[in-house]
């Protein structure tokens, strides 16, 4: 983990489509797998938040998984509204390079 940070993709648990990717320390890790919502680092704000919070768009966590060097995380979510994407989107991934 790199700073203490970890990647964590956030992919939809039935549609397998990629919805965001956020970081995560020790802390949001243990506090996600206690409640079973995803937490985050924000490396901005430098604090911990719970996604979906405000937007009411919370993640409701299915299953989680370390890539093969441990480095990574996937995280399979029901999403608890319509967006994941902070800009209306359902996936943060929608802007085609």
Not at 5 to 16: C, E, S, W
Not at 27 to 46: I, M, Q
Not at 70 to 88: E, R, S, V
């Amino acid at each position: 983990m790199k700073q203490n940070l970890i990647p964590a993709i956030i992919q939809d648990n039935k549609t397998n489509e990629i919805l965001m990717l956020g970081y995560m320390n020790k802390e949001a890790l243990d506090k996600t797998r206690k409640t079973g919502c995803v937490y985050f680092w924000s490396r901005s704000r430098k604090k911990l938040w719970l996604k979906g919070e405000t937007s009411g768009n919370k993640l409701q966590v299915q299953q989680i998984f370390f890539d093969c060097d441990k480095d990574a995380l996937l995280i399979k979510c029901q999403l608890m509204g319509k967006n994941a994407c902070h800009t209306g989107q359902k996936s943060c991934f929608h802007v085609k390079l």
